[in-house]
Protein backbone atom coordinates (compact mmCIF):
# COMPACT_ATOMS: atom_id res chain seq x y z
CA UNK A 1 0.00 0.00 0.00
CA UNK A 2 2.86 2.35 0.88
CA UNK A 3 4.84 1.51 -2.75
CA UNK A 4 1.43 1.80 -4.37
CA UNK A 5 0.91 5.50 -2.86
CA UNK A 6 4.39 6.79 -3.60
CA UNK A 7 3.98 5.63 -7.17
CA UNK A 8 0.54 7.31 -7.41
CA UNK A 9 1.92 10.45 -5.47
CA UNK A 10 4.97 10.50 -7.71
CA UNK A 11 2.42 10.19 -11.07
CA UNK A 12 -0.66 11.40 -10.02
CA UNK A 13 0.32 14.65 -12.47
CA UNK A 14 0.98 13.11 -15.19
CA UNK A 15 -2.01 10.39 -15.09
CA UNK A 16 -4.13 13.50 -14.59
CA UNK A 17 -2.34 15.15 -17.42
CA UNK A 18 -3.19 12.64 -19.24
CA UNK A 19 -6.37 12.07 -19.05
CA UNK A 20 -7.37 15.55 -19.27
CA UNK A 21 -5.90 16.29 -22.52
CA UNK A 22 -7.33 12.79 -23.68
CA UNK A 23 -10.71 14.01 -22.79
CA UNK A 24 -10.06 17.62 -24.74
CA UNK A 25 -8.75 15.78 -27.99
CA UNK A 26 -11.59 13.28 -28.32
CA UNK A 27 -13.98 15.22 -30.08
CA UNK A 28 -11.29 16.78 -31.88
CA UNK A 29 -10.16 13.22 -33.47
CA UNK A 30 -13.63 12.08 -33.95
CA UNK A 31 -14.42 15.52 -36.07
CA UNK A 32 -11.29 14.73 -37.81
CA UNK A 33 -11.94 10.68 -38.75
CA UNK A 34 -15.69 11.17 -39.46
CA UNK A 35 -14.42 13.73 -42.24
CA UNK A 36 -13.25 11.15 -43.83
CA UNK A 37 -16.67 8.73 -43.36
CA UNK A 38 -18.64 7.49 -46.22
CA UNK A 39 -21.71 8.93 -45.02
CA UNK A 40 -24.93 9.05 -46.82
CA UNK A 41 -28.26 10.54 -45.10
CA UNK A 42 -26.60 10.99 -41.61
CA UNK A 43 -23.00 10.96 -40.50
CA UNK A 44 -23.40 8.94 -37.49
CA UNK A 45 -22.36 5.38 -38.13
CA UNK A 46 -19.02 5.17 -39.91
CA UNK A 47 -19.54 3.29 -43.02
CA UNK A 48 -15.68 3.41 -44.74
CA UNK A 49 -12.90 5.68 -45.54
CA UNK A 50 -13.27 8.15 -48.41
CA UNK A 51 -11.82 11.17 -49.75
CA UNK A 52 -14.84 12.55 -51.65
CA UNK A 53 -15.96 14.78 -48.68
CA UNK A 54 -12.86 16.93 -49.02
CA UNK A 55 -12.54 17.02 -52.75
CA UNK A 56 -16.13 18.13 -52.88
CA UNK A 57 -16.41 19.96 -49.68
CA UNK A 58 -19.10 22.07 -50.95
CA UNK A 59 -21.17 19.18 -51.90
CA UNK A 60 -23.50 19.47 -49.05
CA UNK A 61 -26.18 22.24 -49.63
CA UNK A 62 -25.19 25.39 -47.53
CA UNK A 63 -22.40 24.48 -45.76
CA UNK A 64 -19.99 26.67 -47.34
CA UNK A 65 -22.35 29.55 -47.56
CA UNK A 66 -22.59 29.16 -43.66
CA UNK A 67 -18.78 28.92 -43.52
CA UNK A 68 -18.31 32.19 -45.57
CA UNK A 69 -21.09 33.67 -43.56
CA UNK A 70 -19.03 32.51 -40.36
CA UNK A 71 -16.18 34.51 -41.75
CA UNK A 72 -17.67 37.84 -42.99
CA UNK A 73 -19.15 38.19 -39.57
CA UNK A 74 -15.83 37.33 -37.64
CA UNK A 75 -13.88 39.73 -39.98
CA UNK A 76 -15.22 42.68 -39.63
CA UNK A 77 -16.72 42.25 -36.17
CA UNK A 78 -13.21 41.81 -35.57
CA UNK A 79 -12.26 44.97 -37.01
CA UNK A 80 -14.34 47.19 -35.19
CA UNK A 81 -14.33 45.98 -32.03
CA UNK A 82 -10.41 45.94 -32.34
CA UNK A 83 -10.59 49.19 -33.36
CA UNK A 84 -13.18 50.73 -30.26
CA UNK A 85 -11.55 48.20 -28.36
CA UNK A 86 -7.71 49.87 -28.69
CA UNK A 87 -9.15 53.67 -28.03
CA UNK A 88 -11.24 52.85 -25.21
CA UNK A 89 -8.03 50.90 -23.44
CA UNK A 90 -5.54 53.52 -24.46
CA UNK A 91 -8.02 56.16 -22.96
CA UNK A 92 -8.62 54.32 -19.92
CA UNK A 93 -4.91 53.69 -19.02
CA UNK A 94 -3.31 57.69 -20.15
CA UNK A 95 -6.60 59.65 -19.58
CA UNK A 96 -8.21 60.78 -16.18
CA UNK A 97 -12.11 61.69 -16.92
CA UNK A 98 -15.54 61.38 -15.42
CA UNK A 99 -17.04 57.96 -14.65
CA UNK A 100 -13.38 56.30 -15.48
CA UNK A 101 -14.29 53.79 -12.88
CA UNK A 102 -17.87 53.06 -13.90
CA UNK A 103 -16.96 52.69 -17.57
CA UNK A 104 -14.39 50.24 -16.75
CA UNK A 105 -16.69 48.29 -14.59
CA UNK A 106 -19.76 48.21 -17.33
CA UNK A 107 -17.02 47.07 -19.93
CA UNK A 108 -16.66 44.16 -17.68
CA UNK A 109 -20.16 43.15 -17.59
CA UNK A 110 -20.64 41.52 -20.79
CA UNK A 111 -17.95 39.08 -20.04
CA UNK A 112 -19.54 38.47 -16.89
CA UNK A 113 -22.76 38.05 -18.22
CA UNK A 114 -24.79 34.73 -19.56
CA UNK A 115 -24.97 34.69 -23.53
CA UNK A 116 -28.65 33.97 -23.23
CA UNK A 117 -29.14 37.06 -21.07
CA UNK A 118 -27.05 39.15 -23.56
CA UNK A 119 -28.62 37.43 -26.66
CA UNK A 120 -32.44 37.95 -25.31
CA UNK A 121 -31.47 41.71 -24.57
CA UNK A 122 -29.72 42.48 -28.22
CA UNK A 123 -32.87 40.46 -29.57
CA UNK A 124 -35.25 42.75 -27.65
CA UNK A 125 -33.71 46.11 -28.43
CA UNK A 126 -33.24 45.04 -32.09
CA UNK A 127 -37.00 44.49 -32.11
CA UNK A 128 -38.05 47.53 -30.27
CA UNK A 129 -36.03 49.70 -32.41
CA UNK A 130 -37.80 47.55 -35.35
CA UNK A 131 -34.34 46.57 -37.42
CA UNK A 132 -34.91 43.91 -39.32
CA UNK A 133 -32.79 40.72 -38.15
CA UNK A 134 -29.70 39.23 -40.51
CA UNK A 135 -25.86 39.71 -41.10
CA UNK A 136 -26.07 43.15 -39.64
CA UNK A 137 -27.53 42.86 -36.46
CA UNK A 138 -24.79 39.57 -35.71
CA UNK A 139 -22.24 41.98 -36.64
CA UNK A 140 -23.10 44.55 -34.16
CA UNK A 141 -23.80 42.12 -31.97
CA UNK A 142 -20.17 40.09 -31.92
CA UNK A 143 -19.20 43.69 -31.95
CA UNK A 144 -20.29 44.22 -28.60
CA UNK A 145 -19.32 41.59 -26.84
CA UNK A 146 -16.28 41.33 -28.57
CA UNK A 147 -15.30 45.20 -27.72
CA UNK A 148 -14.61 43.80 -23.79
CA UNK A 149 -12.22 41.22 -24.57
CA UNK A 150 -10.00 43.45 -26.84
CA UNK A 151 -9.94 46.28 -23.85
CA UNK A 152 -8.94 43.74 -21.36
CA UNK A 153 -5.80 42.63 -23.63
CA UNK A 154 -4.99 45.48 -24.91
CA UNK A 155 -4.90 47.26 -21.65
CA UNK A 156 -2.91 44.99 -20.33
CA UNK A 157 -0.39 46.26 -23.05
CA UNK A 158 -0.87 49.77 -22.59
CA UNK A 159 0.02 49.44 -18.60
CA UNK A 160 2.83 48.25 -19.54
CA UNK A 161 4.79 50.37 -22.26
CA UNK A 162 7.40 52.38 -20.50
CA UNK A 163 6.34 56.22 -21.06
CA UNK A 164 10.06 57.37 -20.96
CA UNK A 165 9.89 55.85 -24.56
CA UNK A 166 7.18 58.20 -25.63
CA UNK A 167 8.90 61.28 -23.76
CA UNK A 168 11.82 60.39 -26.17
CA UNK A 169 9.99 60.79 -28.70
CA UNK A 170 8.53 64.06 -27.92
CA UNK A 171 11.99 65.45 -26.71
CA UNK A 172 13.15 64.64 -30.59
CA UNK A 173 9.97 67.02 -31.76
CA UNK A 174 8.51 64.12 -33.18
CA UNK A 175 4.59 64.65 -33.63
CA UNK A 176 1.78 63.45 -31.53
CA UNK A 177 0.84 61.45 -34.39
CA UNK A 178 4.38 60.63 -34.98
CA UNK A 179 5.29 59.35 -31.54
CA UNK A 180 1.59 57.38 -31.87
CA UNK A 181 2.85 55.64 -35.43
CA UNK A 182 6.54 55.05 -34.62
CA UNK A 183 6.51 54.11 -30.70
CA UNK A 184 3.18 53.68 -29.47
CA UNK A 185 1.19 51.54 -32.11
CA UNK A 186 4.76 49.48 -33.01
CA UNK A 187 4.87 48.45 -29.07
CA UNK A 188 1.14 48.04 -28.60
CA UNK A 189 1.21 46.07 -32.19
CA UNK A 190 1.18 42.14 -30.39
CA UNK A 191 -1.11 43.04 -27.53
CA UNK A 192 -3.75 44.41 -30.80
CA UNK A 193 -2.69 41.08 -32.52
CA UNK A 194 -3.51 38.90 -29.72
CA UNK A 195 -7.25 40.92 -28.96
CA UNK A 196 -7.93 40.23 -32.67
CA UNK A 197 -7.23 36.87 -32.97
CA UNK A 198 -9.27 36.47 -29.74
CA UNK A 199 -12.09 38.52 -31.28
CA UNK A 200 -12.05 36.38 -34.25
CA UNK A 201 -12.15 33.14 -32.50
CA UNK A 202 -14.82 34.28 -29.91
CA UNK A 203 -16.90 35.74 -33.03
CA UNK A 204 -16.90 32.47 -35.93
CA UNK A 205 -17.86 30.08 -32.24
CA UNK A 206 -20.60 31.96 -30.82
CA UNK A 207 -23.87 30.23 -31.73
CA UNK A 208 -25.94 31.75 -28.60
CA UNK A 209 -26.07 35.47 -29.38
CA UNK A 210 -25.94 34.10 -32.73
CA UNK A 211 -29.31 32.52 -32.75
CA UNK A 212 -31.13 35.13 -30.77
CA UNK A 213 -30.21 37.89 -33.36
CA UNK A 214 -29.58 36.36 -36.80
CA UNK A 215 -33.40 35.50 -38.04
CA UNK A 216 -32.77 33.81 -41.21
CA UNK A 217 -29.18 34.60 -41.49
CA UNK A 218 -27.14 31.32 -40.90
CA UNK A 219 -23.51 30.95 -39.55
CA UNK A 220 -21.07 28.13 -39.59
CA UNK A 221 -22.04 27.05 -35.73
CA UNK A 222 -25.83 27.48 -36.85
CA UNK A 223 -25.69 25.11 -39.19
CA UNK A 224 -24.02 22.77 -37.15
CA UNK A 225 -26.47 23.27 -34.63
CA UNK A 226 -29.57 22.48 -36.73
CA UNK A 227 -27.57 19.53 -38.62
CA UNK A 228 -26.98 17.34 -35.30
CA UNK A 229 -30.17 16.22 -35.30
CA UNK A 230 -29.37 14.27 -38.28
CA UNK A 231 -26.07 13.71 -37.90
CA UNK A 232 -23.71 16.47 -38.66
CA UNK A 233 -22.55 16.26 -42.82
CA UNK A 234 -18.85 15.14 -43.21
CA UNK A 235 -18.42 18.29 -45.55
CA UNK A 236 -18.70 20.12 -42.22
CA UNK A 237 -16.36 18.43 -40.23
CA UNK A 238 -13.94 18.65 -43.08
CA UNK A 239 -14.17 22.82 -42.57
CA UNK A 240 -13.92 22.25 -38.92
CA UNK A 241 -10.82 20.24 -39.06
CA UNK A 242 -9.63 22.36 -41.84
CA UNK A 243 -9.81 25.34 -39.41
CA UNK A 244 -8.17 23.13 -36.56
CA UNK A 245 -5.27 21.87 -38.60
CA UNK A 246 -4.69 25.80 -40.04
CA UNK A 247 -4.86 27.13 -36.59
CA UNK A 248 -2.57 24.40 -35.54
CA UNK A 249 0.11 24.78 -37.96
CA UNK A 250 -0.16 28.70 -37.41
CA UNK A 251 0.56 27.90 -33.59
CA UNK A 252 3.21 25.40 -34.24
CA UNK A 253 5.21 27.93 -36.82
CA UNK A 254 4.86 31.14 -34.44
CA UNK A 255 6.52 28.74 -31.66
CA UNK A 256 8.87 27.73 -34.20
CA UNK A 257 9.79 31.23 -35.42
CA UNK A 258 9.93 32.49 -31.52
CA UNK A 259 12.25 30.37 -30.93
CA UNK A 260 14.69 30.81 -33.84
CA UNK A 261 14.00 34.61 -32.93
CA UNK A 262 15.65 33.85 -29.25
CA UNK A 263 18.06 31.61 -30.35
CA UNK A 264 19.74 34.10 -32.71
CA UNK A 265 19.42 37.33 -29.94
CA UNK A 266 21.16 34.86 -27.99
CA UNK A 267 24.33 34.55 -30.61
CA UNK A 268 24.13 38.09 -31.00
CA UNK A 269 24.67 38.39 -27.53
Not at 22 to 50: C, E, H, K, M, Q
Not at 80 to 94: Q, S
Not at 117 to 133: I, N, P, S, Y
Request: hydrophobic content about 55%; aromatic content about 12%; overall charge positive.
Amino acid sequence: MTTFSHWFGRYAIWIYSSLALVFLLVPIAYTIVFSFNDSRRSNIVWRGFTLDNWSQVCASQGVCQAFANSLVVGVVATVLATVLGTMIAIALVRFRFPFRNSTTLLLFLPMATPEVVLGAGLAAEFLTAGVQKGIVTVILAHTMFCISFVVVTVRARVASLDPALEEAGRDLYASPAQVFARITFPLLLPGIIAAALLSFALSFDDFIITNFNSGAFVTFPKYVYTAAARGIPAEANVIASAVFIIALVVVVASQLSAAARRKRLARED
